[in-house]
Nanobody
Framework: QPQLWESGGGLVQPGESLRISCINS????????IGWFRQAPGKEREGVAC???????FYKGSLKGRFAISRDNAKNEVYLQMNDLHPDDSGIYYC????????????????????????WGQGTQVTVSS
C-alpha cells in the first residue's frame, strides 16, 4: 500500500495559483492511479482530478482548464496545479490511491466519489480569500 500525505496548501487570494503535492512513502506510486479530492465545510467530499498509472487524466468537469494533475514517478509524487482560484475552491484537499489493478481500464472510474480509493492522506487546507 502507498502511504500518502499532502503538502503545499495555504491561503491565497482569488485569481492566484497554488500547487499542492501528494507524497508517497510506501509502495511505488507508479503502480497506482491517484486521485485528488476536496471537502468544504458542510459539503460532501468530491473528486477533483485523477491520474492513471499510465498518465491519462480525468477532471471534475467544471475544473478542467483551471486545474491540472500530474505525476513524477521518479520522485514518488503527484501534483495538483490550481490556477485562477475562486473562493469556492476552498476546502481540505486529500489525495488517495485507486485500488484498481495497475494499468486497468477501471482506474479512476470511481474518482467522482472516491468509492474505490484508499490510503488517504491527512489533507491539506486550501483557503481562497481576499
Amino acid at each position: 500500500q502507498p502511504q500518502l500525505w499532502e503538502s503545499g496548501g495555504g491561503l491565497v487570494q482569488p485569481g492566484e495559483s497554488l500547487r499542492i503535492s501528494c507524497i508517497n512513502s510506501g509502495l511505488p506510486l507508479e503502480w497506482y492511479a491517484i486521485g485528488w479530492f476536496r471537502q468544504a465545510p458542510g459539503k460532501e467530499r468530491e473528486g477533483v482530478a485523477c491520474i492513471r498509472s499510465g498518465g491519462a487524466t480525468f477532471y471534475k468537469g467544471s475544473l478542467k482548464g483551471r486545474f491540472a494533475i500530474s505525476r513524477d514517478n521518479a520522485k514518488n509524487e503527484v501534483y495538483l496545479q490550481m490556477n485562477d482560484l475562486h473562493p469556492d475552491d476552498s476546502g481540505i484537499y486529500y489525495c488517495a490511491a485507486d485500488r484498481s489493478p495497475t494499468h486497468s481500464a477501471s482506474e479512476c472510474l470511481s474518482f467522482v466519489d472516491g468509492a474505490n480509493f484508499g490510503s488517504w492522506g491527512q489533507g491539506t487546507q486550501v483557503t481562497v480569500s481576499s
